[in-house]
């Protein structure tokens, strides 16, 4: 089993900049991809980013430039740095991964989420204008 918390969530000003942190423990050796999805009030959880075992990244058109996916391997932390931040990336941040492989497919699609075995339980990033 593994285990995924978040952390580094809160409020900043639209245009403003937070890096989240999620610390994987457990049979972390399991780990392929990792990725960061969101879920706003009223809307379904999206995918935001994923990290592949090989280093390769995707990203939501809508965030594409804006935020950026890394992860240290000693630490067992995947990130997400956040700039220009605005008031519609509010939201609950979710880390997620799985054994196998980033599927081939956009990180906002539903297969993407689906593909995903581990979940954290959130932290909330609330951006105002």
């Known amino acids: 089993q593994v285990q995924l918390v978040e952390s580094g969530g809160g409020s900043v000003q639209a245009g403003g900049s937070l890096t989240l942190s999620c610390q994987a423990s457990?049979?972390?050796?399991?780990?392929?991809?990792m990725a960061w999805f969101r879920e706003a009030p009223g809307l379904e959880r999206e995918g935001v980013a994923g990290?592949?075992?090989?280093?390769?990244?995707s990203y939501a058109d809508s965030v594409k430039g804006r935020f950026t996916i890394s992860q240290d391997n000693a630490k067992n932390t995947l990130y997400l740095q956040m700039n220009s931040l605005k008031p519609e990336d509010t939201a609950m941040y979710y880390c997620a991964a799985t054994s196998r492989r980033c599927p081939n497919v956009r990180v906002e699609s539903l297969t993407y989420y689906y593909a995903m075995d581990y979940w954290g339980k959130g932290t909330l990033v609330t951006i105002s204008s």
């Open positions: 990290i592949d075992s090989d280093g390769s990244t």
């Open positions: 457990g049979d972390t050796y399991r780990l392929g991809c």
